[in-house]
């Protein structure tokens, strides 16, 4: 039960942070190994040499916050948000030590400019029990529309 | 309607210009796709994509919905997608396997892979004494009037004539060599599956963006930027090579805009262009040197340094082609309507090279070309951009006099001057096929 609790709020503020624009924390949610990955579809195994949406170390992850947050990055302009909502928290797996493997469900709304876009999926958190509280050693996120066209580009996150 | 508004297509074309509504207007959008896309050599696919009897992908050819389809026979076919009964699209998904044959999900009508009739249901007792015969060509899935293949690569003509494609390619054709050649076993095969990505406008002025040598240290510098401090960060620590990916995206900020006229643009007939090497991707490292080892076993030690001396960046294959021959990606232009313009975006892996190249030209296609890209996110913000004023009545024409009259012209090449690698000379070229085109000229 207290498992299932801190799991929640676990991702529920990895959700707050990404709306809230907090990049830096939000980076540090992760392992300094730690991996965002989205795959181009389900049937991926690993991120490693293949094609990925994202898969971004946290090296990579400071390069897309530095160009997020440099006031020439053209296509920040515009004003845009983003809302998420998780829920459907399962955990797969409960080590002994405290490391979990979490399933849950995503709907991300995103608001840019005039247009309104949304995107839905899975996570799954593999999540490292430090005395810091959990940190991320990968964050797989399979979106339903990973497939689709991109109209328009993933500039941040989901 | 279009000869009221825009008497003379040719006016709209001068040497260092371009009437707006080239890019802009619906009409001169259909007449484009009728003259020039569904009329020239178009990409479909690599055969790659299709490598077992009844392997199909479907590919957009101007306004066409077309399919490749590897037949029994080894042979690869271009078909309309379509059902020559009631007109239905014969597959529904982007691609997969037909089986033995295709059969249509509406009456079952059945084709075999080059297209011909195969069998109708009942078709003795249904069609006795009617006008459908077994045999007639009304009756197969229509095949594009022209198909050819060169190292594996699938182009398709809708039109019956016109010069063949290794003509029309002409001196582009390097875009394909200079991929193959750097293979040690001389060919690529795809890495599933393409991205694909919307922009919201015209399809030329992805064209035109691609060998804009002008455009990347201002466009891009937030990504240059950012990479580049990361980049000198991990250079402290890591090993020669590894921080490459990360000097992949700091080229756009580091090479900074007056250093742009160092490269150089070469244009061709038919509004192909090359733009020169600047990137640097030639470090010292053992996965390198295991790779150059490969491949001088494979070609001698000077057919190796050829190879690898092709200075290329980018090729542009007009109207519907971007080849990164180096990087092994490839830039297929599917233009979906005047204002709206679809990329499928494609990584080839380098048959009998070691892992760790594959895996440096993957690096490049994740970051630069991928739906979340580091790259392209300010290039369509740009094109987009672009569409809203253009379509305004904020003024007329788009200039492309950026250092006209200074190419150098021989033998009907097109070079950028020395120091002038910024010069507008590839705009001012595909315009000049463009209008070529628009005038009924193949």
Known sequence: MKAQHDAEQFLYRQADLLDAKRWKDWIDLFTPDGVYWMPPDASYKTWDGQPAIFAEDRNLMQVRMGRVLHPDAWSQRPQWGTNHVVSNVVIDKAAKNGDLTVRSRFHMMEMRRDDIRHFAGQYTHHLKNTRAGYRIKLQRVDMTNAQAAYDYVLQVWV | MLQERIPDLAKMVEPDRVRKEVYTDAEIFELEMARIHETVWIYVGHESQVPKAGDYYTAQVGRQPMLMVRGKDGKVHVLYNR???????????????CGEQFRCSYHAWQFHHDGRLKQIPMMESGYAGTRVDKDSPELS???????????????????KDGPGLKEFLGKAIVAFDDMCDRAPAGEVEVVPNCFRVIQHSNWKLFMENQIDALHPSVTHQSTGRAAHEVEKQIAKKAKAGEALSYHMLSAFATVTIDKWDNFQTINYPYGHCILTGYMGLRPQDPDTLAYDKLMIKAYGKKR??????????????????????????LRAVRPLGVDRTLTEIWHFRLKGAPEAIYRRSLAYYNLVNSPATLINADDLENFWKCHQGLSSDGGDWVSFARHHGHDIEKDGEVSSAPNQGTSEAPMRNQMKAWARYMQGGA
Request: with cysteine.
């Open chain 2, 141 to 159: 899935m229509k095949p594009a009037p022209r198909v050819e293949s060169y190292r594996g690569f699938v182009f398709a003509s809708l039109a």
């Open chain 2, 304 to 329: 190796f340094e050829e190879i690898v001396g092709v200075n290329i960046h980018h090729v542009l294959v007009y109207p519907g082609l971007s080849v990164q021959s180096p990087l092994q990606q």
């Open chain 2, 83 to 97: 059902c020559p009964h009631r007109g239905n699209m014969m597959v529904g998904d982007r691609h997969g396997n």
